[in-house]
């Protein structure tokens, strides 16, 4: 499910917020090397809004339908601020979608105790082909640990999915997130999930 609603940082470029993700790559996991690459709303909105139409990925991010919702969720994450998405390419190929966020700027900081810098990921992966492989985990561990390993102010990434969306809870878990609380959000029933900095080497 996308973001609750972002909050405008005005005047700030996202990749600033983000040291550059598209800069952080490519790196190896267990089904090969990872990339992020912006989003380029011209280039990448058939496939991403192809995407955004199957079953199993409508049901939760409720961006089905023509070209255009796709579109203005992209162009208002462009602009407003504080969320970059980006396509993950795992050995060259688009598989799936990202949304890397500021959690301590977006709404969501109301509902969860936000630390400064605190980087917070959606997730989308693309196929019935792909899904259910167990990517998923290998790819939010490597993507959290990108983020660790890139931005030296962050203690803490973290994701907030849908509680009925148990795969991709179990995803997280895999991953080495804890599950922190449930939290009640305008549009969803969510979990709190979080990869600690200082617990890397344990979970």
Same mark, same amino acid.
């Given at each position: 499910m996308p973001p609750i609603g972002p909050l405008a940082v005005a005047g700030t470029?996202?990749?600033?917020?983000?040291?550059?993700?598209?800069?952080?790559?490519?790196t190896p996991t267990p089904a090969g090397a990872?990339?992020?690459?912006?989003? =380029?709303?011209?280039?990448?909105?058939?496939?991403?809004?192809?995407?955004?139409? #199957?079953? +199993?990925?409508?049901?939760? *991010? @409720?961006?089905?339908?023509?070209?255009?919702?796709t579109e203005r969720h992209?162009?208002? =994450?462009?602009?407003?601020?504080?969320?970059?998405?980006?396509?993950?390419?795992? #050995?060259? +190929?688009?598989?799936?979608? *990202? @949304?890397?966020?500021?959690?301590?700027?977006d709404p969501l900081a109301r509902h969860y105790p936000a630390r400064p810098h605190d980087i917070g990921i959606h997730l989308l992966i693309a196929g019935p082909d792909t899904r259910g492989r167990?990517?998923?985990?290998?790819?939010?561990?490597?993507?959290?640990?990108l983020v660790l390993d890139s931005r030296p102010a962050c203690s803490r990434v973290v994701a907030e999915p849908d509680l009925r969306n148990t795969p991709s809870i179990a995803a997280f878990l895999r991953a080495g997130f804890r599950f922190c609380a449930e939290l009640d959000l305008p549009a969803k029933r969510a979990g709190l999930l979080v990869r600690d900095r200082h617990l890397r080497g344990v979970l």
């Open positions: 470029a996202p990749a600033a917020l983000f040291d550059r993700p598209g800069d952080w790559g490519p990872f990339r992020l690459v912006p989003v =380029q709303v011209d280039r990448d909105l058939s496939r991403i809004g192809r995407w955004m139409n #199957e079953p +199993a990925v409508a049901a939760f *991010w @409720e961006l089905s339908g023509p070209r255009t919702v992209l162009r208002a =994450q462009l602009t407003e601020g504080h969320c970059l998405p980006c396509l993950g390419l795992l #050995e060259g +190929a688009p598989m799936s979608y *990202w @949304e890397i966020y500021r959690a301590d700027l167990g990517l998923g985990g290998l790819l939010l561990r490597a993507v959290a640990d």
